[in-house]
C-alpha cells in the first residue's frame, strides 16, 4: 500500500530565506507526485507535479520539487520565502492508471516570519 | 468562472440531522472525488465517481451516499449526522489519471 511521510509539522522561517519542505512515499509500483498549498480556510490548490520525464520540476510561485527515485523522496524548495507563502503544504502520490486516488501526508505549516 | 464550486460553504446543523452537499465542475473531467479533511488537516479519500461509475469506496460509514447525476455533478448526502462527521469536505476533479482540482470546501459542523 502507498503511505506519504512528512517528517515536519511545522517549519518556522524568516522572509527571504530558502526553504525545503521533506515528503518521502513508499509504494511498490511508480508512483504520480504532487505537492499542493492550502491557504488558511481555503481549498486545495496545486503547486506542482512529477508524472514522468525530468525529475526536477518546477511550479507556482518560485517552488521547485525533485524526484528521487532511490530514495523515495520529493521534496519541495524555494529559494527565497515570502510572507505570502505562510500556509499548509501537503505532499501526495497517486498510482497511475488506477483508481487515481489521492494519498495525502500529515502536511507541513510554512510559517515565514518578518 | 469557478472551476470546482461547492454549496454550501459552511453548514452547521443537529446530530440525527440528514444533510447534503453539492459539488459541481465546469472542467469536463471524467471523474470526480470526495475527500474529508478532519481537524488535524488530514485528507483522506472517501469516494471516487468515473463517468457517474463508482470506482472508489473506502471504509466509510454507510450513512454517506455519493450521488452523480453527470459527469459534471457528485453530491453528498450524509443521513443521521454524528458529532464525528464534523469535518471540511472537498469535492475535487481530474481527468483519467492527471491532478486533480479542488473545489473551496464545505466545513460541516455538527451540534
Known amino acids: 500500500a502507498q503511505s506519504v511521510t512528512q517528517l515536519d509539522s511545522q517549519v518556522p522561517v524568516f522572509e527571504e530565506a530558502p526553504v525545503e519542505l521533506r515528503c518521502n512515499y513508499s509504494s511498490s509500483v511508480s508512483v504520480y507526485l504532487f505537492w499542493y498549498v492550502q491557504y488558511p480556510n481555503q481549498g486545495l490548490q496545486l503547486l506542482l507535479k512529477y508524472l514522468s520525464g525530468s525529475t526536477l520540476v518546477k511550479g507556482i510561485n518560485g517552488f521547485e520539487a525533485e524526484f528521487n527515485k532511490s530514495q523515495t523522496s520529493f521534496h519541495l524548495r524555494k529559494p527565497s520565502v515570502h510572507i505570502s507563502d505562510t500556509a499548509e503544504y501537503f505532499c501526495?502520490?497517486?498510482?497511475?492508471?488506477?483508481?487515481?486516488?489521492?494519498?495525502f501526508g500529515t502536511g507541513t505549516l510554512l510559517a515565514v516570519q518578518p | 468562472d469557478t472551476a470546482v464550486s461547492q454549496t454550501p460553504k459552511y453548514l452547521v446543523t443537529q446530530m440525527g440531522n440528514d444533510k447534503s452537499i453539492k459539488c459541481e465542475q465546469n472542467l469536463g473531467h471524467d471523474t470526480m472525488y470526495w475527500y474529508k479533511q478532519d481537524s488535524k488537516k488530514f485528507l483522506k479519500i472517501m469516494f471516487s465517481?468515473?463517468?457517474?461509475?463508482?470506482?472508489i469506496n473506502e471504509t466509510v460509514p454507510n450513512r454517506f451516499s455519493p450521488k452523480s447525476p453527470d459527469k459534471a455533478h457528485l453530491n453528498l448526502h450524509i443521513n443521521s449526522l454524528e458529532l464525528g462527521d464534523s469535518a471540511v469536505y472537498f469535492c475535487?476533479?481530474?481527468?483519467?489519471?492527471?491532478?486533480?482540482?479542488f473545489g473551496p470546501g464545505t466545513r460541516l459542523t455538527v451540534t
Open positions: 465517481y468515473n463517468n457517474k461509475e463508482l470506482i
Open positions: 501526495a502520490v497517486s498510482e497511475p492508471g488506477a483508481t487515481n486516488k489521492l494519498i
Open positions: 475535487a476533479s481530474s481527468r483519467e489519471s492527471y491532478e486533480q482540482y
